[in-house]
Nanobody
Framework: QVQFVESGGGLVQPGGSLRLSCQASGRLSYFMAWFRQTPGKERERVASSNWAGDSTWYADSVKGRFTISRDNAKNTVYLHMDSLKPEDTAVYYC?????????WGQGTQVTVSS
């Protein structure tokens, strides 16, 4: 079972940028996705990518601001986030898609606040 370790989160002001990384313990799945979750809400998918990175999907709430990319040789997925808003505050996770591994990582906290 592949495991994931997310990193790169932190506290950033509105309008700022962050790049999240997700290191997998093994080979990445054909489709990989980033998800986020806030207390009391279900985890939601925000971006996903195929193996080559030439087919991507974004939630409407992040379209034009977030970019997913991957380095398959390094078993790593990235999420570059620009123009961050307070409503982007959440714990961010990566996982396989559409059938996520049962072993979610610990996630990385992103807090957007002035």
């Amino acid at each position: 079972q592949v495991q994931f370790v997310e990193s790169g989160g932190g506290l950033v002001q509105p309008g700022g940028s962050l790049r999240l990384s997700c290191q997998a313990s093994g080979r990445l799945s054909y489709f990989m996705a980033w998800f986020r979750q806030t207390p009391g809400k279900e985890r939601e998918r925000v971006a996903s990518s195929n193996w080559a990175g030439d087919s991507t999907w974004y939630a409407d709430s992040v379209k034009g601001r977030f970019t997913i990319s991957r380095d398959n040789a390094k078993n790593t997925v990235y999420l570059h986030m620009d123009s961050l808003k307070p409503e982007d505050t959440a714990v961010y996770y990566c996982n396989e898609f559409p059938d996520p591994s049962i072993d979610w990582g610990q996630g990385t906290q992103v807090t957007v606040s002035s």
